[in-house]
């Protein structure tokens, strides 16, 4: 569109749909990101759309929310799904990333757009003579953080968000590990280390017992959220918490053994050429020693060089029902728009699609068009609603799941089959969508 132009504040993963979808419409983008001027404590590069706690965007199957969100994404002309699958790494039923080649397709495909100008400045206010996608993050920096709780008249809300530690796989030791998926659904891509009962009890006294990284006193206040909890706080609940969660060995089983065993570690593969593993479910706060200690306790880790150690940070989000429209649109200016999980969604496949609908609903703000809002039979849609409903009182970040989709009218047999029903759910959201937008 001649003569509009519109700022994208953020290039990660919301920023950059939004910007590829304005320019797809014609309109002219400021691309903003103040990496690497100003760095966030959790990023390690400046590219776009960086991944920075887990390179898993969740399962591709249907009847899993985050896979049906996936699948409406793609109904309505994701690019960075796209992308993400022509990065993919094999982890089984659920589409993971190389993160170095998904984010450098990413700042490929923006640098040979020419509608997309990046701009590496730190914006501190929000701009006020021109449209706005404000989608810098929920490590948004104090400053913009403090304008858009001017502008907003509301507080910002906190929770912690902690990254899993990475590992060389030449130093994994196969005697102990071995490769398989829960239940053989999939490849055997997933690389296991398994600890009977008398090696978890170890692992788990060396953990409680482990020093933690100090909060700021600022940090005090923040919550946890609850999907991504630190691993020393699952532990704090009981001694096997641990066997329930991230280390359930349920459908694990050595086949050199045939034993399904106590308690197992699982890595994921974190980039194409297979030499790098994250520790799936690892997210910690602990000091790096004492992760160093804690790790090699794990049978098949005794010697991992670890690449990266795990971090926690603070996140940002605002009060999405007083300030949002289920369009994204801000109550308060009709050509700002808010993308990402500053909204209070979590997750990389949700915070994608928000920046998805945040661009296709400002070109179409623009083109004096209606705004797309999606009914809450559709996965997307009803995470939005869920967001920016004016009964929620108390924001909660949110992944997607099936328990904010409208019910489907069924029996109770069939309340019980809950793949079932999820699939009924989920042919009932593609149908919709596919006859909206004639894909055959």
């Known amino acids: 569109m001649k003569d509009i132009k519109v700022n994208v504040i953020g290039a990660g993963l919301a920023g950059s749909e939004a910007a590829l979808q304005l320019a797809k419409e014609g309109i002219d983008v400021n691309l903003y990101e103040m990496r690497p001027l100003k760095n966030t404590g959790a ?46 790494v094999p982890a089984g039923n659920a589409l993971a990333i190389d993160r170095t080649l998904f ?31 404000i989608a810098s993050g929920p490590l948004t920096s104090d400053p913009l953080a403090e304008d858009i709780k001017r502008f907003t008249g509301e507080e910002h809300l906190h929770f912690f968000d902690a ?3 990475i590992v060389e796989k030449d130093s994994i030791n196969f005697d102990r590990a071995f490769y398989a998926s829960r239940y053989d659904k999939g490849e055997a891509s997933y690389i296991n280390c398994p600890l009977n009962k008398q090696e978890y009890e170890k692992f788990y006294e060396i953990l409680i017992n482990s020093p933690k990284i100090e909060l700021k006193e600022f940090e ?39 034993i399904e065993n106590y308690a197992v570690v699982q890595l994921r593969q974190d980039n194409v050429s297979a030499t790098m593993y994250n520790l799936v479910g690892f997210q910690t706060n602990l000091k790096w020693g004492a992760q160093k200690e804690l790790l090699h306790s794990i049978p098949g880790l005794e010697n991992a060089n670890i690449l990266r150690y795990g971090v926690m940070h603070r996140n940002t989000f605002i009060n999405s029902p007083a300030v949002l429209e289920p369009s994204l649109q801000c109550k ?13 969604t979590e997750g990389y ?43 929620q009182k108390n924001l909660h970040p949110i992944n997607s799941n099936w328990g904010i989709v409208a ?34």
Not at 109 to 123: A, D, M, T, Y
């Open 220 to 258: 005090k206040n923040a919550a946890f959220f609850e999907s991504c909890l630190p691993i020393e706080v699952l532990a704090s609940r009981g001694v096997d918490t641990l066997r329930f969660g991230p280390m359930k060995p349920v459908g694990l089983v050595d086949k050199r053994t045939g």
């Open 43 to 88: 990023h390690v590069t400046d590219k776009p759309a960086e991944f920075v706690c887990s390179n898993s965007l969740g399962s591709n199957d249907v009847t899993n929310a985050s896979g049906l969100l996936k699948h409406e994404m793609s109904i309505l002309g994701s690019f960075l799904i796209n992308i993400a699958k022509e990065s993919q």
């Open 163 to 165: 990254i899993a530690p």
């Open 407 to 440: 019910e489907l009218d069924v029996n109770k047999k069939m309340r019980k089959n809950k793949k079932l029903k999820n699939q009924m759910l989920a042919e009932r959201s593609l149908n919709y969508l596919n006859s909206i937008f004639h894909v055959n």
């Open 103 to 133: 984010s450098q397709k990413v700042e490929d495909l923006i640098k040979q757009n020419g509608k997309i100008n990046i701009i590496r400045e730190e914006i501190l206010t929000i701009p006020s003579d021109i449209p706005t996608i």
């Open 332 to 344: 308060k200016r009709k050509d700002l728009f808010f993308a990402g999980q500053i909204t209070g």
């Open 349 to 391: 496949t949700e915070s994608i699609a928000s920046g998805m609908l945040a661009g296709i609903n400002m070109a179409k703000y623009l083109k004096n068009e209606d705004l797309m809002i999606l009914p809450d039979i559709t996965m997307l849609g009803a995470l939005l609603k869920y967001i920016t409903h004016s009964n």
